[in-house]
């Protein structure tokens, strides 16, 4: 690939011995874009992943003590301006190649966080509704699981409703659970979607599995808003 995938600007990648002699992969973004995006490092919850001091922040000890439906979610990036504008121009203009900008750090998180510790762990996407899959095209949080090398699991059904960005935190935490199960999964589940927000759709996602016979469920989001 000779151009930037976002920015189309010319990549410039260095003749070495290393690069040479070996079959090294080639970057998908430009240094310039690539420095935009804030990979979440230094201490973090352990619960959700926000840039914490503590074990665990105020919103999961308030999720713990209501009974958390998911043991962690694991985010790679800052939701800041720029990975915004790179989800929303792949997710909702249609640019499906950019889902190759989060591949290498997805897959390295995957095999580091959950993979080495889990090894019978399902992946399953967050499944979208009929009206909203015919709108888009495509479920980014499926194109993202199947990246993974590892069998997609495809066990949740979404009903039709609202956007859950529409709403604000109090009102998503009291909706109804829009999902559904089509089939048990009776095995730990890793549940693979774009950006963690208030933690909602995981959870409600993770309150059918486990009511459907999976012993645990935990959830890779590429952004932690």
């Not at 690539?34 to 840039?51: H, N, T, V, Y």
């Not at 790179?86 to 249609?94: A, L, N, V, Y």
């Not at 996602?205 to 012993?215: I, R, T, V």
Request: proline share 4%.
């Amino acid at each position: 690939m000779n151009v930037c995938l976002y920015c189309y600007k010319q990549l410039e990648k260095p003749l070495t011995w290393s690069n040479w002699l070996t079959v090294e992969k080639s970057p998908v973004l430009c240094s310039s874009c690539a420095d935009k995006l804030e990979i979440i490092s230094g201490e973090r919850c352990e619960g959700c992943s926000r840039e914490w001091s503590g074990k665990m922040c105020l919103d999961c000890q308030q999720w713990r003590e209501l009974g958390d439906n998911i043991e962690k979610n694991y985010s790679i990036f800052r939701y800041n301006d720029s990975i915004r504008e790179m989800i929303s121009q792949w997710k909702f203009r249609g640019d499906y190649i950019l889902r190759e900008i989060f591949r290498s750090d997805l897959k390295k998180a995957f095999e580091t966080q959950f993979a080495e510790k889990h090894s019978a762990i399902a992946i399953v996407p967050v499944p979208l509704s009929e009206k909203r899959m015919q709108e888009r095209g495509f479920n980014q949080s499926q194109a993202l699981a199947e990246m993974l090398d590892t069998p997609v699991k495809q066990v949740l059904a979404r009903r039709s409703g609202e956007k859950q960005a529409i709403n604000d935190r109090k009102t998503r935490l009291k909706r109804d659970n829009p999902f559904y199960i089509t089939e048990p999964l009776h095995q730990t589940a890793l549940i693979v979607d774009d950006i963690y927000t208030t933690g909602t759709t995981v959870r409600q996602a993770a309150q059918q599995l486990k009511l459907h016979g999976c012993p645990a469920v935990y959830a890779l989001t590429v952004a932690r808003s």
